[in-house]
């Protein structure tokens, strides 16, 4: 059976999986009379029209193809790959750069030149490194550096930078510090790549964040802000003021965070990325709830959801809507966050999930007096959200429990949280 073949009773065999006719898989895309000839093995489509017919299907061009045969491998093709993937890494939109390096599969890398060899390499370290595969992400990334040292010594800032988030995540912050270090010395070095110069100010800024230094990484991120603006690149400007959105919130400058992550939203509404632009909703629902504003924090937080439903992104989804039974249990609303926790219990739960979801059931057991229940679900919160390893979020649950509880006379375990909680700080 050859590749158009088997390409064509895949893209068959998922699209009536989905219950899509052809005119469905076909719309905005090709003609039906293509994808029927396709379905039957009689044409070959494009590497662009694969692409996009494989995200209708939602699978990636891999699936698709699904066969040790080479599927067209030329080096047009082989360029017209890495520039695509470049561009949605720069972008930030990974999910299509992580679906469309899966066709990488199907070329002879080891008879790439040097210039493509250099970017593949990079490429599949900052994939690893999206998938959250850091060993591997470090091995393509010194690959690559090995590599870019030898044909293009510009290209070195941003195999430094990636070098230094890989180490970051693996908890090796002097490598982080000495890579990123090289990468600012580079970017001035070859300073016409904006780009590259602010990339690795935010670097910097979000390292400093991670370790709480929160005013050093204000510095390194209004510096790329500042950049930016003076070029009008605008490169990363959302994620920049997401970052800086942190910073104030953790110095408790809440009024200022907010007008970061409005910020935010305004670049992320401009481009592709959802979920930030969803995660930004999430956390002005978060500030607004802090400063006491339950009406704007449900609207951010009602937005937030609407775009997980719509991404099927069923693990924020219910971030969001424990959130939400936040609101309603903090403002005494014992009905409605009932009727959110009965809600939230329909879904597969994580253990920082499950431990919010007793958080809940406990604070709302306190308000209705039932204190030794209340008390045992905080125990059992207590010990999932433990296990999750957020320092920050245990700090926040151990106060609201000891406000609650002082709030209904029992000061003896009320002082019990408080005084975890300024363990945990």
Known sequence: MDIN????????????????????????????SFISQLEKGKVSPSLDTLEK???????????????????????NDLVNILERIEKYIVEMNFDKAIALE???????????DRELLSKYLWIKGTIFFEKKEYIDAKIYSLKALESYKLYNEAELVKIYNLLGKVNFKLGEFNEAITFFSKAQYFSQKYSANINLRIETLFNF?????????????IYYLSEAEKLNLNTETLYKMGEIYMALGVCYKNINNLAKSVKQ??????YFNLGENNKLYAGVFI????????MGDYISSNEYLCKAIDIYIKLNEKTLLVDGEIEIGKNHAFQHEIVAAKSRISKISKYQLNNKQMGLLFFLRGYINILEEKYERGIKLFEESENLLCENENPELLNEIYNEIAILLANYGFYKDASSYFQKAKNKN
């Open 53 to 75: 017919i494989a995200m209708r299907l939602n699978c990636t061009i891999g699936t698709l193809v699904d066969s040790k045969e080479q599927y067209n491998p030329n080096s």
């Open 5 to 32: 073949t088997k390409i064509g009773l895949k893209t068959k065999e998922m699209r009536k999986n989905l219950g899509l006719t052809q005119n469905d898989l076909a719309e905005g895309i090709v003609s039906r």
């Open 261 to 266: 992550y409005e910020k935010a939203l305004i």
């Open 283 to 290: 956390n002005l629902g978060y500030l607004y709830r802090k």
């Open 102 to 112: 899966v066709s990488l599969s199907s070329f002879e890398i080891d008879s790439l």
């Open 205 to 217: 800024g979000v390292l400093h964040a991670h370790a709480k230094e929160y005013m050093t990484a």
